[in-house]
């Protein structure tokens, strides 16, 4: 495990366009409830848990506000949003969206406060993102979420920024391809289908696989890769994203740990 000796000012906010991305020590000063990242386990080793949240500035209300949010924050090809749920058969996003509305409140006071803590830490894991898509951010955002995965002890990321890439480049923005390639050792590609499979793996991402994994599974081993499956098993096993030994870090494919309903 690589330790960077790092000054690590968090919880951090800070605003691209219409999306307040929020950076949160886990442990620290927040508990995640997700129960299968036991961010808690780290803190022994020497680093912390920071995971990354993207929120859009304006507060939820009004109708369907969690559709308008996921307009802002999530990408539009993946197959979780509440639009595109019911047409791709893949399953709802699995994020709390009431806890969600709850952090971004949060987020805005402390964004209103500019306080800021201050912590020096030996080495972080980054966890890419409690929710939202650094595929809508704009090529600062984007270049700040690369900056935070290089400096990273480790990542724990997951992306449908890979769909991206060719766009970028045919578009000429050649900042946004180069960002998005400098993102592929770092995180997941967010896959949903065979087709999204061998495309990404094609393209040199490394998968994680939520929704049809038998399919995506045997059409990677078709391929000539090895495939993983996720060590979590429930809250009362012993491995968990803060100690995974085959941790989703853009290195390896990977079947998540069950399929969503
Ligand atoms: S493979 Fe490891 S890091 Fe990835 S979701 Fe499973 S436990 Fe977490």
Same mark, same amino acid.
């Given at each position: 495990?690589?330790?960077?000796?790092?000054?690590?000012?968090?919880?951090?906010?800070?605003?691209?366009?219409?999306?307040?991305?929020?950076?949160?020590?886990?442990?620290?000063?927040?508990?995640?409830?997700? *129960?299968?990242?036991?961010?808690?386990? %780290?803190?022994?080793?020497?680093?912390?848990?920071?995971?990354?949240?993207?929120?859009?500035?304006?507060?939820?209300?009004?109708?369907?506000?969690?559709? *308008?949010?996921?307009?802002?924050?999530?990408?539009?090809? !993946?197959?979780?949003?509440?639009?595109?749920?019911?047409?791709? &058969?893949? &399953?709802? !996003?699995?994020?709390?969206?009431? &806890?969600?509305?709850?952090?971004?409140?949060?987020?805005?006071?402390?964004?209103?406060?500019? +306080?800021?803590?201050?912590?020096?830490?030996?080495?972080?894991?980054?966890?890419?993102?409690?929710?939202?898509?650094?595929?809508?951010?704009?090529?600062?955002?984007?270049?700040?979420?690369?900056?935070? !995965? %290089?400096?990273?002890?480790?990542?724990?990321?997951?992306?449908?920024?890979?769909?991206?890439?060719?766009?970028?480049?045919?578009?000429?923005?050649?900042? *946004?391809?180069?960002?998005?390639?400098?993102?592929?050792?770092?995180?997941?590609?967010?896959?949903?289908?065979?087709?999204?499979?061998?495309?990404?793996? +094609?393209?040199?991402?490394?998968?994680?696989?939520?929704?049809?994994?038998?399919?995506?599974?045997?059409?990677?081993?078709?391929?000539?890769?090895? %495939?993983?499956?996720?060590?979590?098993?429930?809250?009362?096993?012993?491995?968990? !994203?803060?100690?995974?030994?085959?941790?989703?870090? &853009?290195?390896?494919?990977?079947?998540?740990?069950?399929?969503?309903?």
């Amino acid at each position: 495990m690589k330790i960077k000796p790092k000054i690590l000012t968090a919880p951090v906010v800070r605003v691209f366009d219409q999306i307040m991305v929020q950076a949160q020590l886990d442990g620290v000063d927040y508990e995640s409830v997700n *129960r299968k990242e036991r961010a808690s386990l %780290v803190l022994g080793t020497g680093q912390v848990w920071v995971e990354v949240c993207l929120f859009p500035l304006e507060p939820f209300s009004g109708p369907k506000p969690i559709n *308008r949010a996921e307009s802002v924050v999530c990408d539009p090809l !993946c197959a979780h949003t509440a639009i595109n749920a019911p047409l791709t &058969g893949a &399953g709802r !996003c699995y994020v709390n969206h009431l &806890g969600i509305k709850r952090s971004q409140q949060k987020a805005l006071q402390q964004l209103e406060s500019k +306080r800021f803590n201050s912590l020096l830490v030996g080495g972080y894991i980054l966890r890419l993102t409690k929710w939202g898509d650094i595929s809508a951010l704009n090529n600062d955002g984007l270049a700040w979420a690369l900056e935070l !995965c %290089v400096s990273a002890a480790e990542t724990r990321a997951y992306s449908n920024i890979w769909r991206h890439e060719e766009s970028a480049l045919e578009a000429g923005d050649l900042w *946004r391809y180069r960002l998005i390639q400098g993102l592929k050792g770092f995180v997941q590609a967010s896959v949903s289908s065979v087709e999204d499979a061998l495309k990404a793996k +094609r393209a040199g991402w490394k998968v994680y696989a939520g929704a049809r994994q038998d399919e995506i599974r045997a059409a990677l081993i078709a391929e000539g890769v090895r %495939v993983y499956k996720c060590p979590y098993t429930t809250p009362t096993g012993r491995v968990f !994203c803060a100690n995974c030994p085959m941790p989703c870090d &853009g290195t390896r494919h990977i079947m998540s740990p069950k399929e969503p309903t």
